[in-house]
Structure formats: C-alpha cells, structure tokens
C-alpha cells in the first residue's frame, strides 16, 4: 500500500486520506484501522484513473454493445 496525501477539509468530512490499495481487502483494512485508531465514520471510494476510463468506454464502444442492452 502507498500513501499519497492527507487533506483537512473544509465540510461534511474532517479529512481525507489518499492511497494506492492492491484490492478492496487492503483498502478495507485501512479503514477498520482508522476505525480502531478514533474515526467515528469512514468511507472507502474506489477510483479508476481517467485515462483508463476512456480505454474502457473506448472498448465498449468498438464491440458496439453496453451493460444496459
């Protein structure tokens, strides 16, 4: 796993941590950690990159098909 930042906000949330995860076990590990550690709430967003976004609606595109047919 890979720390990236750590945010104070300005909102609903207090802070917001970014890191690279290998799957949702590990992601989900972190948050229980923080959970154990004083958070009283936490979330655990999964994010694909744009460029790679793309590559997938590109692809979607070429096959002429969706998920929603």
Do not use: C
């Amino acid at each position: 796993m890979k720390w990236l930042a750590h945010y104070a906000l300005l909102g609903q949330w207090d802070f917001m941590d970014i890191y690279e995860a290998p799957d949702e076990e590990t992601a989900a590990i972190v948050s229980l950690m923080s959970r154990a550690h004083g958070a009283h709430q936490v979330e655990s967003w999964t994010a694909i990159p744009n460029n790679r976004l793309m590559e997938i609606a590109d692809a979607i595109e070429a096959t002429g098909s969706s998920k929603t047919e």
